[in-house]
Structures are given as structure tokens and as C-alpha cells.
């Protein structure tokens, strides 16, 4: 579209995504013998991350990092946890065998020193990317971002109606990588408690749901049992792992003890931009619970968590820490939509004197505060257990 000024006309792209795949295609074809630019127009263009976070990621932040798995960023505007695609992972092993950086690197560092890329210089490769591709109309980094949100993200325009009698359980899928997109959907239902512990799986309703064939259903739902989040059971099928209270229990104990390390080797002094970062999500998350935004609530507060975690460079601890997680997402999804006592503001508290430990570069108060919220949600987990097995509402038992 044309923008008139008072001394002059000039003509701004309007950032539209790639829609057209072969144009898509072209532009990593091109940068195929480049593997630093393949990986940053891969992460700008699969993950979701805005590139502001993508340009502070260090090479220990997506090293470890398998298929399938959540890429911790410092980034809260995602849809839920970015996920690591096979394209990002195999750009990644391509640019970690060219280069060999070492742990502590940024991915996109200046090429005259050891600071990240700036901003002004993704812009002029993004524009030299189009111009070798002979691609107009695309305004920058911006069309990139809206490239991921039209292929990935909330534009989905294809809704496909379920059986009436079938609860709905993931989107319709119309993307390329149909076993990766499957598998994210139903990871997705699962941390989220959409689909509850102990219910079953059955392939041709999740095939139909989402408008694919049964054979990437059936690879999602592999993947998902290796990770351990479904078991196979005869006659019965894939059926969603459930816990115990202890077991629950557990995880919290072990919880306490890995992320109060992370926290006390993080690098001091706590950056600005980080107490920037959980003041930011602090204010968020207590609009989403204001206003009942359950699954909005969830997600902030993992991200509250793991932006301090990932001050720690400790990329192997962080990857214990996310599986706990995991492990427990379903369970705080449910405790915070049905038990009774249940107190939303009560993180918010141990979440504020958490900011306030960070304020004052104290990683002792962050601790303590931390060490409170953990054990108000083992009280409050225990009371959820027994309000479920005298209701008789789960099928779990405590062992």
C-alpha cells in the first residue's frame, strides 16, 4: 500500500505472510549452503519465537534438545511452549557440525565479536533473502512472524465437525509435517488436562478430528508412549498415563531440590531484562485469572518459572526440570479447575516475592518464595485427591 507524507510519497510492504510453498521452499534453498541463516529463517518461520528472543538464545539452549520437545525462550507471546520441529532439529545439527560453537555462544552472534546479532542486521539478511528469491510484497522479519502464525498458529481456517457424540480433542491438522503436527496437538491436550488421566485414545476418532490418515495418528501416539505420557494396553488401546498421589508427591520433592539449584547457579546479578520479563508475566497472569483464562493462567505460570531457570546454565538440569513438568501439567490444569479451596492468589503472592528476590539479587529470598509455592500446591494436591476418590470421580488410587 502507498503511505503519503507531507514532503513525499514512499511505499511500505504490508507484512503478509508466505503463504505459497514453493516460495516458502525457495529461500531455504537458497540459503541451504549457509547453515547459520538457514536455522534463524527455520526458527523464525517453525517455532513461533519473536526474534528478539531467538537473537539471546545460546547454543546450550537448543543443543540437547530432541525432536518433539519444548524450546525454552524467554518468549511469552507463543501459543504454549515452542516446540523443536525435524526441520529446526536437522538445520540445528547442520549448523552445530559446521561451526562447532562452543556451549556459551549465541547462536546468532556478531560476526566481529561475541555479542548476539542485532536487530537492523536480521533486517538486511531478511531482505536479502527475498531479493535472491525475487519474492516482493514481503515487509521484513514481520511476514516471516506471520508466516508461522498462518501455517501454526490461531489462523486456521479449516474446521472440521466432529461427531456429536465425540468430544473434541485437537484441531484439525493442514500441515505439511502431519505426524509432528499431530503429536503437538495431542501433547498439547494432554499437559492441558483436555484429555484427563486414565482416558483412552482411539486412532480413527483422532485420525477424523483432524482430517488426516490413521498412520500419523498412530506415529504421534508412539512418540507420546515413548515419552511416557501413554501406555499400550490390549484390547483397550493407548490409554493416557496416570499418577498417584505420591507419586505426585514425588515430583514435587524432586521439583524443590532441582530448581532451587537452578536458581543458585544462576549468573549474577539478575539481569534488568529478566526482572523486566517476570514483572511483565506477573501483571499477565493476574489478568488471565481475573478474568477465569484457565489455560492462559497455566502457561504463564510455567513460563514465570523457566524464565529464571534458564539464568542457570545448566541446559541438561532445565531439561529434567520441563519433563517434571510435564509430568505434573495435567494435574495442576485439573486442581485449578475443580478443587474447591483452590486459591489463585496465592501464587501470585509466592510469584511476587519471587520478583522481589530477584529485585534485590538475593537468590536466597527467590528460594524461600519458591519453596512456598511448591509446598502450597503439595497441601492443596492432597486435598484435591481426596476430594476426587470420595466422589468417586478419577480411577486413580494412591499406592
Not at 195 to 215: F, H, K, M, W, Y
Request: proline share 4%.
Amino acid at each position: 500500500m502507498v503511505i503519503e507524507t507531507s514532503k513525499h510519497t514512499r511505499k511500505r510492504n504490508t507484512a503478509i505472510p508466505i503463504k505459497d510453498r514453493k516460495s516458502f521452499d525457495k529461500i531455504r534453498k537458497n540459503l541451504k549452503n549457509n547453515p547459520r541463516d538457514l536455522l534463524l529463517f527455520d526458527l523464525l518461520t517453525q517455532t513461533g519465537i519473536n526474534i528478539n528472543s531467538i537473537l539471546f538464545l545460546r547454543v546450550s539452549n537448543l543443543k540437547l534438545i530432541s525432536i518433539g520437545a519444548e524450546i525454552h525462550s524467554t518468549d511469552d507471546t507463543t501459543d504454549g511452549m515452542p516446540i523443536m520441529t525435524e526441520v529446526v532439529y536437522n538445520t540445528l545439527q547442520q549448523y552445530l557440525k559446521t561451526y562447532n560453537p562452543d556451549d556459551n555462544d549465541f547462536l546468532f552472534k556478531s560476526r566481529k565479536g561475541t555479542k548476539p546479532l542485532k536487530l537492523n542486521s536480521v533486517s538486511h539478511l531478511v531482505r536479502k533473502w527475498y531479493k535472491e528469491a525475487n519474492l516482493k510484497n514481503y515487509s521484513g522479519i514481520s511476514s516471516l512472524r506471520k508466516t508461522w502464525n498462518f501455517h501454526n498458529g490461531q489462523n486456521r481456517v479449516r474446521q472440521i465437525k466432529a461427531s456429536k457424540k465425540l468430544r473434541k480433542i485437537i484441531n484439525p491438522i493442514e500441515m505439511t509435517t502431519l505426524q509432528d503436527a499431530v503429536y503437538r496437538e495431542l501433547k498439547k491436550s494432554i499437559l492441558s488436562a483436555n484429555i484427563r488421566p486414565g482416558d483412552r485414545l482411539i486412532t480413527e476418532d483422532l485420525a477424523r478430528q483432524a482430517n488426516v490418515s490413521e498412520t500419523p495418528v498412530r506415529e504421534a501416539l508412539a512418540r507420546l508412549e515413548i515419552e511416557g505420557f501413554l501406555y499400550k494396553e490390549k484390547r483397550k488401546g493407548h490409554l493416557i498415563r496416570t499418577l498417584s498421589l505420591l507419586e505426585l508427591k514425588e515430583i514435587l520433592k524432586i521439583r524443590l531440590e532441582l530448581e532451587t539449584l537452578a536458581i543458585r547457579d544462576s549468573s549474577l546479578p539478575f539481569s534488568p531484562s529478566l526482572l523486566k520479563k517476570l514483572e511483565t508475566n506477573l501483571f499477565q497472569n493476574k489478568l488471565a485469572r481475573k478474568e477465569g483464562d484457565i489455560e492462559k493462567y497455566v502457561i504463564l505460570n510455567r513460563q514465570f518459572h523457566h524464565m529464571i531457570y534458564s539464568n542457570a546454565n545448566m541446559p541438561t538440569l532445565k531439561l529434567i526440570i520441563s519433563y517434571l513438568w510435564n509430568r505434573m501439567s495435567p494435574y495442576l490444569n485439573l486442581l485449578i479447575r475443580e478443587c474447591n479451596t483452590y486459591n489463585p492468589r496465592l501464587p501470585m503472592e509466592f510469584h511476587q516475592g519471587m520478583v522481589n528476590g530477584v529485585r534485590n539479587q538475593d537468590p536466597g529470598e527467590v528460594c524461600t518464595w519458591l519453596r512456598e509455592d511448591i509446598n502450597q500446591a503439595d497441601k492443596v494436591l492432597s486435598i484435591w485427591f481426596n476430594q476426587q476418590q470420595s466422589e468417586d470421580r478419577v480411577t486413580i488410587k494412591e499406592t
